[in-house]
């Protein structure tokens, strides 16, 4: 069983920071996740409000940040998938579902971020990854010079839309509400002469036998129902945190976040966590990176003050 200084669970923007400031501190880090470093900005097609590099495509931006914490022989990384937490004392616990693998660690950082939520409508799980995506840069060529359908109005929805508008036939928005992203994003959508925008709609079905042949909403205004044909949809309807790991720990809210204070303490000594799984406002990169940030911090001055 191995043993750590730290073990951050998790890799996206939260815990890279947070591996790279333990390092810095000292200390023997463990960072560990499920898939690819990056979480959900290797998704994102453009990222262009984090300070100092401009515009840049999420996965670059996730590379990055990765090679970054490989400078530090003291962090090591490793795939696993977290099923469990346990303490003994001051010793903390991750029980991973591959092969049983533990690692053990005096002070744990949880930054496993968020996953994509769903609508639970008739035909998604029949078309999901088969007509129905989460990811426009992983499937949007597919349905070059073709008809697609984002259901959302959020930050992504809009973003991602600006990207899919450059090479679909046609794009329409269908939205609980109005489109809600920045201003800026908005206009620029509403612009386009190829894309049309249903706000305030209830998606009650995606429709198709064999295939994904379109999607049938309703107004929650008026009540008219419309049937729009697409070959494509990608949903953008918000996120979920990524904690069931969690359920019976005691660390989270009735919403599955991650209850922190302002130095990103838990209820339990020792554990801290960081990123868009935990209690916040403003769930960005840069909020991330800082959060893992003082997280590392305050997990450095928990493991000196127990060798102390």
Known sequence: MAQYDVIIVGAGPAGMTAAIYAARAD????LLDKLAPGGQIINTNEIQNYPGVGTINGAELAFQ??????????????YGTVKEIREDGAEKTVVCVEDGKE????ALILATGTEHRCLNVPGEDKFRGNGISWCAICD????????VVVIGGGNSAV??????????KSLTIVTMFDLTADPIACDKLRAMDKVTIYPYQDVLEFEGEDKLTGVHFKSTK???ENHVACDGVFEYIGLIPTTDYL???????????????EKMHTKKEGVFAAGDCVTKNLRQVITACADGAIAAQEAAHYVQNLEG
């Not at 200390?27 to 463990?30: D, F, I, N, R, T």
């Open 27 to 30: 200390m023997k880090v463990l």
């Open 65 to 78: 940040m990765f090679e970054h914490t490989q400078q530090f022989e003291s962090i090591t990384f490793d």
């Open 103 to 106: 690692f053990t660690a005096k």
């Open 140 to 147: 949007g060529a597919q349905y070059r010079d073709r008809d």
């Open 159 to 168: 973003e991602e839309s600006i990207y899919l508008s450059e090479m679909v």
């Open 222 to 224: 008026t009540g008219e």
């Open 247 to 261: 359920k019976d720990t005691g660390l989270l809210n009735k919403f599955g976040y991650i209850e922190v204070d």
